[in-house]
C-alpha cells in the first residue's frame, strides 16, 4: 500500500480500533484513499483529500484528523 | 495477464442507477415506491451513504419555489433571464411545480429547513428578482435522512463501482453498464433495461489555483464520467461551452457562502470596501463584473462580514462551519482570519462542466429523458439550468418514475460481445503495462492545459492549440501505468476529462459570440448575437466517431418574457463603482 509522505489525514493510533475490526473511515471517505497498511493501521495512502469530514465525523473513537492540505493551507 | 484482472462479475437489474450523490438517490426511492416489484440497484464509486455533494449537508436550499414567496412561473422566467434565454422551460417548470411537494417531502423524512415563527418555511431573497432560497442552518444531516429512506425500501446498493462505458442494445436503446471495482480491480458488466445517469459534475476539468488536484469546487469523485459515457453511448450533450465558474474562498476553494451571509447582511466588495454587484446570485453575468473587478485596480474582492454584531457572525460560524464545506473554519484559523476583524478574500474556481449550477450538460426532456432510449440523466449531469441540489432531487424523482413504466414489460436488451471485449481491454490496459506515465501527471498536465487554454476570455487560437495539446494527451493515455485498481480508477477517470475537455473546447469554438457573462465569453468576439445564436450548441458522437456540432432551437417560451425583463440580469453592476 502507498503511504503519502507528511499526510494531511492523521490517524492516532492509540485511539484508533482498527484491530477491533472498524473500517469506518475507510469505507465512508469518497476518494477511497484511507487504507489498511502491512501492519493493519489506517493511514491516508493517497494524496486526494477534499478535506470533506466524513472520516473524522464518522470515526466512533474521534482517532482521526484532518488537516487542509499544505498546497492550499 | 494477472488473476486480478481476469476476472468478470456479472449481475443484472431492471432500473441501474448510477451515482448516489442527490439525484441518484431520490431516482431510486421514487422508482422503488412506484412500482416496488421492480429490481432497482443504485451503485457509486464512493459509498452511497457519505457520496456526493450533499455528504456534510446543504446551507440552503438555493432554489425553492414555495408558495406565498414565488409561483413557478415566476422561477422559469428568472432561471430564464438569468440565462440569457437559452433554456429549456418545460424541463425548468418540470422542477418548479414539484420544489414545494420535494422540501415537504424531506422535511417529513427529518431533514431540517428554516421556519419562521409561524412554522412557515422562512425563504430569503439571494437572486436577482425574486425571493427562491430557503437556509438549513441544521442541514448537515440530510444525507443520512436520505439513506435511511434507502434502507426502508431495501434498495441495493453496490459502492465502490466506478461506471466506465454504458451498454448499447443493437437497435440503439441502453442495455446496462459497464463498472471496474475499484477496490478488487474486478471488472463489472451489469445488465439493466433502463440506466439514470446521475454522476455529478465535470468538477475535475479545470486544475485550482492552488495547484492541488483534489482541491476542487466540486466534489473531485465527479470527474466528469457520466458527460463521457453519454457521449459515447450516443446521446446528445448540451451547452458545454456554458461553463461553470464560481466565487469562492480564495485557496479553500470552496463557497464563502454569500448565499448564508447575504440574509445576515453581509456581501461582497473590492479592495476599497465598496460594493459593486447588486446580486450575489451565481450567475455568468454576476462572475463577469467579479472577474472585472478581480483584474482592475480595485481588486481584489472580499467578501465582508466585519460590520456585524458578534452574535451575528457566531450563528454565521455556527453554519458555515459545521455544514456543507466544513473545514472553512480550520482554513480561516490557519489563515488567520477572522469574520470580526477581517474580510475574507475570494477568487474565481478553476471551470468546470455543471448543469446545476449553469446551463449545460447531457440533453434532457422534460421527463428525464435523453435522446437514447432507455437512457435518463438527472442532477449536475444534465442540462436544466441553475437546477441545483433541489433540481437534482426533483430530476432524479421524475426520471426514476418515468424509468420504471419505460422499463415494464421490456425483456434484458441484447447487446454485442465486442463491446464488452473492448472495454475490458481498455478498462484494464494501465494494470497490464510494466512501466508507463504516473496518472497524476497526466491529470496534472491535462488540467494545466485546461487552464492555459480553455479559461475565459475565450480566445479562438488558443482553443484551437488546446485541441492539439488535449489530442497528445489522449496518445498518452496509451501510456499510462497503474499500479493497483484505485489507480486504475484515477487513470480512467483523465479519459473522461480529456473528452470533457475536447467537448467544451468544440463547443466553445462553434459559439461564436459571447453570452452568459464570463462563462462563455469570447474576446475576439466581444457581442452576443441573438440573430445567429438565440439556439443551444449540441454536440454528440458522430458516424465515424468524432463529434457532431449543431444547433437545437430554443422552443417556444411556455412563460413569455417581456423586451422590459430580459436584459435585466446584464445590469449587476452598481455604477458608482465603475471606474
Ligand atoms: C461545495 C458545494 C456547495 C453547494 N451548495 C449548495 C447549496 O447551498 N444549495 C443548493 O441548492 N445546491 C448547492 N450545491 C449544488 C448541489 O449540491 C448539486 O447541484 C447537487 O447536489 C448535485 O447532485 P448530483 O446528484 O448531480 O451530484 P452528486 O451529489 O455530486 O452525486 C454524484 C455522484 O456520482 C458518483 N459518481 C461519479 N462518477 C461515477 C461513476 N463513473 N460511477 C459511479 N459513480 C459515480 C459520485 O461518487 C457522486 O456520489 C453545492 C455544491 C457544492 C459542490
Ligand atoms: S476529509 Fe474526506 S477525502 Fe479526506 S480522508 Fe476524510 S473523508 Fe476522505
Ligand atoms: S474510523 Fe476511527 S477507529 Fe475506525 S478504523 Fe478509522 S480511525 Fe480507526
Redesign the interface.
Known sequence: M?KVNQPSVTIDHDKCIAAKGCRTCI??????ILALDEEGKVHM??????????CQ??CPTKAIT????Y??? | MSAITTAIRQMETDVLVIGGGTAGPLAAIKAKEKAPGTRVLLLDKANVKRAGAIAEGMDSVNNAVIPGYATPEQYVKEITIANDGIVNQKAIMAYATRSYDMIRELDSWGVKFEKDETGAYAVKKVHHMGAYVLPMPEGHAIKKFIYKQIRRLGIAVSNRLIATRLLVAPDGRIAGTMALDSRSGEFVVIRAKAVILCTGSAGRLGLPASGYLFGTYENPCNAGDGYSMAYHAGAELSGLECFQINPLIKDYNGPACAYVTGPFGGFTVNAKGERFIKSDYWSGQMMLEFWRELESGNGPVFLKLDHLADETVTRIENILHVTERPTRGLFHEGRHTDYRSDLVEMHISEIGLCGGHSASGVWVDENARTTVPGLYAAGDLCNVAHNYMMGAMVFGMIAGQDAVDYAAGLDLPEFDAGQVEREHARVLAPLERAEGLDPTDVEYKLRRMVNDYLQPPKVTRKMEIGLDRFAEIREDLKRVKAGNPHELMRALEIHAIVDCAELAARASLFRTESRWGLYHYRSDFEERNDAEWFCFVEVRKGPDGKPEIFKRPVDPYIVPVGDDERDAYNQLRIETAAE
Open positions: 502507498p469505507d465512508v471517505c469518497p476518494t477511497d495512502a493517497y494524496d486526494q483529500c477534499w478535506y470533506c469530514l466524513p465525523h464518522d484532518v488537516a487542509i492540505p498546497l492550499l493551507r
